[in-house]
């Protein structure tokens, strides 16, 4: 049973930084590809950031030169780091893990947490 737990969340001001965290459990070995997604009110989910376990990196247009996604790959975690925060960063933020091997399985499917909030606002 594979469990993604988030962790960080907060209300901060416009130009704040917030750092999020997210810790896989469960007997894992390895995870492909872990990112985080988020959701506005009457949006629909978007990506955020994502990075898989060769360490490639992809961001979303709207958080690129703000925000920075790490992992630390023994721990199962990955981190996002998010500077010169925006109203418009506003938001729940999901954590996604795909691509999870244990000893014994392969699991070649989408994993998220519950989500966390994230708000902006002076």
């Known amino acids: 049973q594979v469990q993604l737990v988030e962790s960080g969340g907060d209300l901060v001001q416009p130009g704040g930084s917030l750092r999020l965290s997210c810790a896989a459990s469960?007997?894992?070995?390895?995870?492909?590809?872990m990112g985080w997604y988020r959701q506005a009110p009457g949006k629909q989910r978007e990506l955020v950031a994502r990075?898989?376990?060769?360490?490639?990196?992809n961001y979303a247009d709207s958080v690129k030169g703000r925000f920075t996604i790490s992992r630390d790959n023994a721990k199962n975690t990955v981190y996002l780091q998010m500077n010169s925060l925006k109203p418009e960063d506003t938001a729940v933020y999901y954590c996604?893990?795909?691509?999870?091997?244990?000893?014994?399985?392969?699991?070649?499917?989408?994993?998220w947490g519950q989500g966390i909030q994230v708000t902006v606002s002076s």
């Open positions: 996604n893990a795909q691509g999870i091997w244990t000893m014994t399985h392969f699991y070649n499917k989408d994993y």
């Open positions: 469960g007997s894992i070995l390895s995870i492909d590809g």
């Open positions: 990075i898989i376990s060769g360490g490639r990196r």
